[in-house]
């Protein structure tokens, strides 16, 4: 069936410090892919998203590429600041209803 | 705009006991969504809605959770008997069918524990 895989966290990074959280999927047919935030004591919000293969989703400084040929869309951050500490999501939808979301990696930022 | 309203925030519980959590979602969204988070775990979809119509409940567990959506506007979502299992944050997101993406727009959820 579909599935995410995450890289496990916590990711732990200095302020200004790359950011790379790896997301691969398993799905037929040709998913729409998501990066959802949980920001610390807020509910999920859309950070950004991708429809088709080779489309780059971008908000807030963050960036994923949807690549069909390693079926991944990482999400990256040239630098990060503390306030980027949150829980961060992938997830895909197919053409069916349901969309499935990975386990989750927690990014802690410090000063 | 408001975002997705749920209640209660917090809800502790003995085992066996019920629960019911409501949510009224954006205005105008036909399609709403009731999710269990697992501390540790993404959200695990139980049920969609499109309006008033069930469009996949295949892994809500129907011998103790039912929910309903009556007038296809708000929503809720009962647990009888609650196991030890169940504790969890149930989020509920809505969206619009106008968007074909289907972006999800997500309520602050309701922590459960279950004692």
């Known amino acids: 069936g579909d599935s995410v895989t995450q890289m496990e966290g916590p990711v732990t990074l200095s302020e200004e410090a790359f950011l790379t959280i790896n997301c691969t999927y398993t799905?037929?047919?040709?998913?729409?892919l998501f990066w959802y935030v949980q920001y610390p004591g807020e509910g999920l919000q859309l950070l950004l998203k991708?429809?088709?293969?080779?489309d780059k989703g971008s908000n807030k400084g963050f960036e994923a590429t949807y690549r069909k040929e390693t079926t991944s869309f990482h999400l990256e951050k040239g630098s990060v600041q503390v306030s980027d500490s949150a829980v961060y999501f992938c997830?895909?939808?197919?053409?069916?209803?349901?969309?499935?979301f990975g386990a989750g990696t927690r990014l802690f930022v410090k000063a | 705009e408001a975002g997705v309203a749920q209640s209660p925030r917090y809800k502790i519980i003995e085992k066996r006991q019920s629960v019911a959590f409501w949510c009224n979602p954006i205005?105008?969204?036909?399609?709403l969504y009731w999710y269990q988070q697992i501390l540790g775990q993404g959200p695990k979809l139980l049920i969609q809605?499109?309006?008033?119509?069930?469009?996949?409940d295949s892994q809500l567990p129907k011998d103790r959770f039912s929910a309903e959506r009556l007038k296809g506007v708000d929503s809720t979502l009962k647990i009888q008997p609650a196991k030890l299992e169940d504790s969890a944050v149930y989020l509920c997101?809505?969206?619009?069918?106008?968007?074909?993406?289907?972006?999800?727009?997500f309520g602050p959820g309701t922590r459960l524990t279950v004692l």
């Open positions: 997101a809505s969206s619009s069918i106008r968007d074909r993406t289907d972006t999800q727009y």
């Open positions: 799905a037929t047919g040709y998913p729409s």
């Open positions: 991708a429809t088709k293969a080779d």
């Open positions: 997830a895909l939808k197919t053409g069916g209803f349901k969309t499935i």
């Open positions: 205005s105008g969204h036909a399609t």
């Open positions: 809605f499109q309006n008033n119509g069930v469009v996949d």
